[in-house]
């Protein structure tokens, strides 16, 4: 067990909704990540966020949103879904920034139908 | 634009024999390498990491290499046992970014 906590599991879905993916970090660990894994591709990162503040943005659509709350946990809000956005959705924690050792949670896997 | 690349995507080797995964990147400025470990229905876990000023670390069964002029570094495993059976990751990053991926090489242990 990570220590990093992902809700829910599973989730299905239709084209055009949106979803909010929850993740609560590690105790103690201040940033959080959100990475995508789509069929065939490696993780790609979306953004991170460090005690409250966007730190880093990469590979994430306009579509798509996330922010951290004070108590530490993080939403990825996914909006005007579309087939390809059908992938697993991974956070991750770690105590600072640029800390090489991740804690990852078990995935939130969306299905776009 | 893949920085981090895994051209094996499966490897299988007998238990008790030595596992060699691969990993090659394009960006010079990466200063610190990673190797996760996932298995299914769950998320990656750390496995070892190098720094670019090394060429080697050990930790028990796993060892991971560094060749920077050849932008390439590998993680061999030995012995090789049924429960490393899972997907490797390989990761890089330059100074405080996040992390970069590749897509992973799935190791299967054969008994």
């Known amino acids: 067990d990570s220590g990093v906590t992902q809700t829910p599991k599973h989730l299905i879905t239709a084209t055009g909704q949106r979803v909010t993916l929850r993740c609560s970090p590690r105790?103690?660990?201040?940033?959080v990540y959100w990475y995508q894994q789509s069929l065939d591709q490696g993780l790609q990162f979306l953004i991170q966020?460090?005690?409250?503040?966007?730190?880093a943005k990469g590979n994430i659509l306009e579509r798509f949103s996330a922010q951290q709350f004070p108590d530490l946990h993080s939403e990825l809000n996914l909006s005007s879904l579309e087939l390809g956005d059908s992938a697993l959705y991974f956070c991750?924690?770690?105590?600072?920034?640029?800390?090489?050792?991740?804690?990852f949670g078990s995935g939130t896997q969306l299905s776009v139908l | 634009d893949q920085q981090v690349k895994q051209n094996s995507p499966s490897l299988s080797v007998q238990e008790g024999r030595i596992s060699i995964l691969n990993c090659d990147y394009t960006?010079?400025?990466?200063?610190?390498f990673l190797w996760y470990k996932k298995y299914p229905a769950e998320g990656p876990t750390f496995l070892i990491s190098?720094?670019?000023?090394?060429d080697k670390n050990e930790d028990g069964r796993f060892t991971v290499f560094l060749n920077k002029s050849a932008k390439h570094l590998s993680l061999h495993i030995v012995p090789s046992q049924p429960g490393d059976s899972a997907v490797y990751f390989c990761?890089?990053?330059?100074?405080?970014?996040?992390?970069?991926f590749g897509k992973g090489t799935r190791l299967s242990v054969i008994a």
């Open positions: 991750a924690s770690s105590v600072g920034t640029g800390v090489e050792k991740l804690f």
């Open positions: 105790s103690g660990d201040l940033s």
């Open positions: 966020y460090y005690n409250g503040e966007e730190r």
């Open positions: 960006n010079s400025m990466f200063d610190y």
């Open positions: 190098i720094s670019s000023i090394k």
């Open positions: 990761a890089a990053r330059e100074g405080n970014t996040p992390l970069v």
